[in-house]
């Protein structure tokens, strides 16, 4: 382990100098990825400098034990031995999660598609209850929220509503609510008092960066048209809204939250280019092991992953079997929760994977 993180800290080192030289700035492309890179090895190059005393300690205690002729110095020595036997035992499990490698997509922004399932009426207002618990949520992380498209629902909610969420780490922490919610309750419509189930489907995707992927101006076809819904006369009367398709794969993006033809046009080549890069993505996943499958993030949108039940206040995750009976606190944006385990659950699982591709 300590040669491992002897190699990482010699990468660090060399990182740190690129981005320290006169002209780091000069290739923007390289300057964000080796800024990545810094970022991603600091942590690691800290538990190393904390790693590497914590050995000193535990061999200078054994060089009083082995050596010294004070009894009370060695009974003293033996304790502090014992004590760091146990913190080196707990900083080797920290190292070996940060030493999982990471997914580059873990740190971008994200681009995330809700859409109103199965249900009715209904199906559109959980959706957009579900906006409204990523909003909280991503208001708890410091992040930033920015309007896409909006197909409102006949009787409130969404039928669809695209947003993206720009922030530290946010498609890490968002990758694990892609697939199918559903909430048990009493719908506002139902005279009987009858639970119904409804559902909704969260997409997440990691937002492309335009060295991510490269777009031909060629292979996208443009179309205006007026916007429709709330934001007065000049939203209905003037053709702002915008409409991409990428011609060789059929994939379409729009946008008409804004007044501005421009601003729509470069949300909606936002969503665009991630949605490319996302079936991108999907090609190499399905090209690798059956192993990298079977992680919690399987990305497939067709999985059903929470139910929310209202009459017995529950929330149970059913990729990792946790329930939590706080469904009001989880509605409400506290969602960190369900996060970490999720992130415990990957993590562990890659353990495996490594030892058992090791073995």
Same mark, same amino acid.
């Given at each position: 382990?300590?040669?491992?993180?002897?190699?990482?800290?010699?990468?660090?080192?060399?990182?740190?100098?690129?981005?320290?030289? *006169?002209?780091?700035?000069?290739?923007?492309?390289?300057?964000?990825?080796?800024?990545?890179? &810094?970022?991603?090895?600091?942590?690691?190059?800290?538990?190393?400098?904390?790693?590497? $005393?914590?050995?000193?300690?535990?061999?200078?205690?054994?060089?009083?034990?082995?050596?010294?002729?004070?009894?009370?110095?060695?009974?003293?020595?033996?304790?502090?031995?014992?004590?760091? $036997?146990?913190?080196?035992?707990?900083?080797?499990?920290?190292?070996?999660?940060?030493?999982?490698?990471?997914?580059?997509?873990?740190?971008?922004?994200?681009? @995330?598609?809700?859409?109103? /399932?199965?249900?009715?009426?209904?199906?559109?207002?959980?959706? /957009?209850?579900?906006?409204?618990?990523?909003?909280?949520?991503?208001?708890?992380?410091?992040?930033?929220?920015?309007?896409?498209? =909006? *197909?409102?629902? !006949?009787?409130?909610?969404?039928?669809? @509503?695209?947003?993206?969420?720009? %922030?530290?780490? =946010?498609?890490?922490?968002?990758?694990?609510?892609? /697939? @199918?919610?559903? @909430?048990?309750?009493?719908?506002?419509?139902?005279?009987?008092?009858?639970?119904?189930?409804?559902?909704?489907?969260?997409?997440?995707?990691?937002?492309?960066?335009?060295?991510?992927?490269?777009?031909? $101006?060629?292979?996208?076809?443009?179309?205006? &048209?007026?916007?429709?819904?709330?934001? %007065?006369?000049?939203?209905?009367?003037?053709?702002?809204?915008?409409?991409?398709?990428?011609?060789?794969? /059929?994939?379409? *993006?729009?946008?008409?939250?804004?007044?501005?033809?421009?601003?729509?046009?470069?949300? *909606?080549?936002?969503?665009?280019?991630?949605?490319?890069?996302?079936?991108?993505?999907?090609?190499?996943?399905?090209?690798?092991?059956?192993?990298?499958? !079977?992680?919690?993030?399987?990305?497939?949108?067709?999985?059903?992953?929470?139910?929310?039940?209202?009459?017995?206040?529950?929330?149970?995750?059913?990729?990792?079997?946790?329930?939590? &009976?706080?469904?009001?606190?989880?509605?409400?944006?506290?969602?960190?929760?369900?996060?970490?385990?999720?992130?415990?659950?990957? $993590?562990?699982?890659?353990?495996?994977?490594?030892?058992?591709?090791?073995?």
């Amino acid at each position: 382990m300590l040669e491992k993180l002897k190699q990482i800290q010699s990468r660090f080192l060399e990182v740190e100098k690129k981005l320290s030289s *006169a002209d780091a700035m000069s290739d923007m492309k390289l300057f964000v990825r080796n800024n990545k890179e &810094y970022k991603d090895l600091k942590p690691i190059s800290e538990a190393y400098h904390s790693y590497k $005393n914590l050995l000193s300690n535990i061999n200078d205690a054994k060089k009083i034990i082995s050596s010294s002729d004070d009894s009370d110095l060695i009974d003293l020595a033996k304790m502090e031995l014992s004590n760091w $036997n146990m913190e080196k035992d707990l900083q080797e499990e920290k190292i070996k999660i940060l030493l999982i490698p990471k997914d580059p997509e873990d740190s971008k922004n994200a681009v @995330v598609e809700i859409r109103a /399932g199965t249900g009715g009426d209904e199906a559109g207002i959980f959706a /957009g209850d579900l906006y409204k618990m990523y909003t909280s949520y991503s208001t708890m992380k410091k992040w930033k929220i920015e309007l896409v498209d =909006v *197909a409102e629902g !006949t009787s409130g909610g969404f039928k669809e @509503v695209i947003f993206n969420v720009q %922030g530290n780490d =946010v498609y890490g922490q968002l990758k694990f609510e892609s /697939g @199918v919610h559903r @909430v048990q309750r009493v719908p506002e419509t139902e005279t009987q008092g009858r639970v119904h189930t409804s559902a909704a489907s969260v997409i997440v995707l990691p937002e492309a960066e335009e060295f991510d992927i490269e777009l031909k $101006n060629s292979d996208i076809r443009k179309d205006t &048209y007026c916007s429709s819904g709330p934001g %007065g006369q000049s939203v209905n009367t003037t053709y702002s809204a915008v409409r991409l398709t990428h011609t060789p794969t /059929g994939i379409v *993006a729009q946008c008409q939250d804004q007044k501005s033809q421009i601003k729509n046009y470069e949300k *909606a080549l936002k969503v665009l280019r991630s949605r490319i890069y996302e079936m991108e993505l999907q090609k190499k996943m399905e090209e690798e092991s059956s192993q990298r499958k !079977t992680m919690v993030s399987s990305g497939d949108r067709s999985e059903k992953i929470r139910t929310y039940n209202y009459p017995q206040g529950r929330v149970t995750d059913h990729r990792i079997g946790l329930t939590k &009976y706080n469904l009001q606190s989880v509605v409400s944006g506290d969602l960190q929760e369900f996060v970490d385990e999720l992130i415990i659950a990957e $993590n562990t699982q890659k353990l495996k994977i490594g030892k058992l591709t090791d073995e």
